[in-house]
């Protein structure tokens, strides 16, 4: 079956601290990943996505992912968190059997200290 | 280029009655695809319309309908509404089927009591 774990529920990170959230898939071939910012009482935000090619993926605002298929991860890093970074993140595979549909992790949130 | 605009933003509604949701999708973008979001949870996927027919749907009940126009403005209605209901339902628009090039609207916050 296809799914994404987002083993994290909650992580605090103090400001300019380095941050890493954690995403692995369960799907049958090579799938397409993203990851999306969600601020409160927001719509989602795509940060980055991998399709294929070089497996360490840039985003906006300096956020990175890195496939390692090995793993079935694709973790989200950023070297220097802001307070702006604090939201809820959320790791998508697809598409799903049907090819319509992305399939979502249940989301970390990030809180970020001073 | 505008984006994806939901209307309304906020709504209450009492068990057991019927809600429409509207999307109107990014400008070029042909496909439109609807999600709900419970609390403390990820998107889940409800159905997908392209040229205004449904092109796919997830493990939701027949309640879930929807629609889709010419301009490619979409509804989601949802009838005899449940507690459950509540939540946070997304558009997507997309040009073609594809997930890649997904647009999500700021989303509809509907609470049922």
């Known amino acids: 079956a296809q799914s994404v774990t987002q083993p994290d529920i909650h992580i605090t990170v103090s400001e300019g601290a380095s941050l890493e959230l954690r995403c692995n898939y369960s799907?049958?071939?090579?799938?397409?990943l993203f990851w999306y910012v969600q601020s409160p009482g927001q719509g989602l935000q795509l940060l980055l996505k991998?399709?294929?090619?070089?497996?360490l993926v840039q985003g906006i605002k300096g956020f990175e992912a890195e496939f390692k298929r090995s793993q079935s991860s694709f973790n989200l890093r950023k070297p220097s968190v802001h307070w702006s970074d604090a939201a809820e993140y959320f790791c998508?595979?697809?598409?799903?059997?049907?090819?319509?549909?992305?399939?979502f992790g249940k989301g970390t949130t990030l809180s970020v200290s001073s | 280029e505008t984006g994806v605009t939901q209307s309304p933003t906020h709504l209450i509604k009492t068990r057991g009655q019927q809600v429409t949701l509207r999307c109107s999708s990014q400008?070029?973008?042909?496909?439109v695809s609807w999600y709900q979001q419970a609390l403390g949870q990820g998107p889940q996927f409800i159905f997908q319309?392209?040229?205004?027919?449904?092109?796919g749907r997830g493990n939701f009940p027949p309640r879930f309908s929807g629609l889709q126009f010419p301009n490619y403005s979409s509804e989601l209605n949802v009838n005899a509404l449940e507690l459950d209901d509540s939540a946070l339902y997304l558009c997507a628009s997309s040009l073609g089927q594809a997930v890649q090039g997904y647009t999500f609207g700021s989303g509809t916050r509907l609470t049922v009591v």
């Open positions: 998508a595979v697809g598409p799903n059997q049907a090819g319509t549909a992305l399939i």
């Open positions: 799907y049958g071939a090579t799938p397409y």
């Open positions: 400008s070029g973008h042909n496909t």
């Open positions: 991998y399709f294929s090619g070089d497996t």
């Open positions: 319309y392209y040229r205004e027919e449904e092109n």
